[in-house]
């Protein structure tokens, strides 16, 4: 599908010249990371309870080192956000913590969105943009499953894992269907069927970031027999969930384009089976 929106000539002059003033240079890639935390819910709306969506954040850390990897491989990274809780305590030349540095402003959030090799997010109000300029995202630290949109070609995804409080397993994706937790919206869903949520590890993320920029800059790919396997195991258990959403409502679910990362499948096999 085709953008509808562009930017101006004057709009582009102005979002280019602010990239070249961060040191993209011709030919240089740029990603944005937006990564979510409660920081930007309590300013806004600091009479509202919303910790029902904590299961959602995760931690600012654990992405460093997909940071580090893409720039020292030369590609310019910004980590975005409108509000947040924290900066990047990261010093390298092609990383921008452009959402603490005083550079933010929404026009440069609308290009920056716009124009990025790819976003990397798990699922924020930011990645509407990127979604509207038809940019590649890389979602990680997905949560809840269900919720995952599989039409969404040249994109990418891996998810939050789903344990067991008191024994540690980890659930299939059969059981998680079977217990309607590929659809649990709050917190307290999770608690009271005694579920907790693990965040993507910082391999997991760079794992996941390096994938997708091999697939975009890579002109072949090769898809062994496994990772086939698994994923066609995997979007077989997505389809045929039966659960319902909370408003009462089926979630169809089309042709998958979105991928998810092989080596995450198989390294928790538990998403195929």
Same mark, same amino acid.
């Given at each position: ?9 004057? /709009?582009?002059?102005?979002?280019? $010249? ?30 509202? =309870?919303?910790?029902? #969506?904590?299961?959602? =954040?995760?931690?600012? /850390?654990? @992405? @460093? ?22 900066? !990047? ?16 402003? /929404?026009?440069?959030?609308? +290009? ?29 630290? !997905? ?5 995952? #949109? ?22 299939? #994706? ?9 659809? @649990? ?25 390096? @994938?997708? +920029? ?12 496994? =990772? ?10 997505? $389809?045929?969930? /039966?659960?319902?959403?909370? =408003?009462?409502?089926?979630?169809? #679910? ?20």
């Amino acid at each position: 599908m085709p953008v509808s929106l562009t930017f101006s000539a004057s /709009e582009r002059i102005i979002g280019w $010249n602010y990239l070249e003033s961060r040191g993209l240079k011709p030919n240089q890639n740029f990603v944005v990371f937006t990564i979510r935390d409660s920081s930007y819910l309590r300013q806004q709306y600091p009479s509202s =309870d919303f910790s029902y #969506h904590d299961y959602r =954040d995760s931690s600012l /850390e654990s @992405y @460093y080192r997909a940071m580090l990897e893409l720039a020292d491989s030369g590609v310019l990274v910004f980590r975005v956000g409108a509000t947040v809780e924290k900066g !990047v305590a990261l010093n390298h030349p092609n990383i921008i913590d452009y959402a603490t540095n005083g550079d933010r402003t /929404e026009f440069l959030d609308l +290009f920056l969105g716009a124009h990025c090799m790819f976003c990397v997010s798990q699922g924020t109000g930011y990645d509407g943009i990127p979604k509207i300029f038809r940019r590649p995202i890389v979602f990680v630290n !997905v949560a809840p499953v269900g919720y995952l #949109h599989p039409e969404l070609g040249n994109s990418y995804a891996i998810f939050k894992n789903y344990r067991y409080s008191s024994s540690g397993k980890y659930l299939t #994706h059969s059981e998680i269907s079977q217990l309607g937790a590929a659809y @649990y919206l709050i917190s307290e869903q999770y608690e009271r069927a005694g579920i907790e949520l693990v965040e993507n590890t910082e391999e997991d993320i760079a794992a996941s970031c390096a @994938y997708a +920029f091999a697939q975009l800059t890579q002109a072949s790919h090769k898809t062994n027999e496994l =990772d086939a396997t698994l994923k066609k195991s995997f979007w077989s258990l997505f $389809n045929s969930r /039966e659960e319902q959403t909370s =408003d009462g409502l089926n979630r169809p #679910h089309g042709r998958p384009s979105i991928d998810i990362n092989p080596s995450f499948l198989a390294k928790y096999k538990h998403w195929a089976a």
